[in-house]
């Protein structure tokens, strides 16, 4: 069956540019979580979503991000005026269960390059 | 200090040796504990859930120490398809408050 699937796969953006990046998650799961994940280190929480409603946005680093998941299944996630400091891979993950608890299922990420 | 930490590794050893981690967490509120698998440039995988009474999964054992506040993870006979970055994660009582450590790189050599 189909997995988590992430695009684009990669994206470069010049400084100050605005990008959107998009998650489809596992049908049926009603928990969908953005990481951000630098290099070399784990993945940092950003935002959680059960169903439509977003629960958690504590893990977003600043007010230039964004991220909506209007119907409760596709999720993007907005940067607005992007930033070096922005370049990570950008991973989504959805779960069946509520929150953490349960298994994540990971898509393979978007790669940010922000020139 | 980190509130989830893991020697970063790499721990390099030779197939068919054991090998053990662990990886230390702050916040005594902790209520679920993980150890994900990642390979170069893919994306997290569950590799097993770990629960208070400890857990076996084949050649792998997870542990938990409530006490000492840490997890870990036992690889026995380990294969050069074992090499990978493991990664622990720690969700706390307030459910989307999940924690990923930095992980520990694992190198089987033949």
């Known amino acids: 069956g189909a997995g988590v699937s992430q695009s684009p796969r990669y994206k470069v953006a010049k400084r100050g540019q605005d990008v959107a990046l998009r998650c489809d998650p596992i049908?049926?799961?009603?928990?969908l979580f953005w990481y951000q994940q630098a290099l070399g280190q784990g993945p940092e929480f950003l935002t959680y979503?059960?169903?439509?409603?977003?629960?958690?946005k504590s893990g977003l680093p600043s007010d230039r991000f964004f991220a909506e998941r209007p119907e409760g299944s596709v999720s993007t996630l907005k940067i607005q005026r992007t930033q070096q400091e922005d370049s990570a891979v950008y991973l989504c993950?959805?779960?069946?269960?509520?929150?953490?608890?349960?298994?994540?299922?990971f898509g393979p990420g978007t790669r940010l390059t922000v020139l | 200090r980190k509130e989830v930490e893991q020697d970063p590794g790499p721990f390099n050893v030779p197939e068919g040796a054991t090998v053990a981690f662990n990886c230390t967490y702050s916040?005594?509120?902790?209520?679920?504990f993980f150890w994900y698998r990642q390979d170069c440039r893919k994306e997290p995988k569950l590799l097993m859930s770990v629960y208070s009474s400890g857990n076996e999964d084949g050649r792998f054992t997870a542990q938990l120490n409530r006490a000492s506040q840490y997890i870990s993870l036992l690889i026995r006979d380990s294969k050069l398809s074992d090499s990978a970055t493991y990664l622990c994660?720690?969700?706390?009582?307030?459910?989307?408050?999940?924690?990923f450590g930095s992980g520990t790189r694992l190198s089987i050599r033949p």
């Open positions: 979503f059960q169903n439509e409603a977003q629960l958690d």
């Open positions: 994660v720690v969700i706390y009582s307030s459910a989307s408050k999940i924690i």
């Open positions: 049908s049926g799961h009603v928990s």
């Open positions: 993950a959805s779960s069946v269960g509520l929150a953490g608890f349960n298994e994540q299922f």
């Open positions: 916040n005594s509120a902790s209520q679920s």
